[in-house]
């Protein structure tokens, strides 16, 4: 006698661009948020020392 396997779902195909779609949507507002933060006059005051970290002889 043979045994009958069930039935697989049908895979979901647009998942996978749906994904994708939301993770190109992170990155765009994560983007917009450097942009903002590297454009705040905190950022630009605060240049100088960043560099001096960065660029300090040990």
């Known amino acids: 006698m ?5 039935a697989l779902p ?3 195909l647009a998942q996978p661009a749906r994904e994708l779609s939301a993770a190109r949507a992170q990155v765009a507002d994560l983007e917009r948020q450097v942009e903002a ?4 006059w905190s ?3 605060t240049a100088p020392l960043r560099w001096l970290g960065t660029h300090r002889s040990t």
């Open 37 to 40: 933060l590297r454009g705040s």
């Open 43 to 45: 950022w630009r005051l």
């Open 10 to 12: 049908a895979p979901d």
């Open 2 to 6: 043979e045994t009958t396997r069930p």
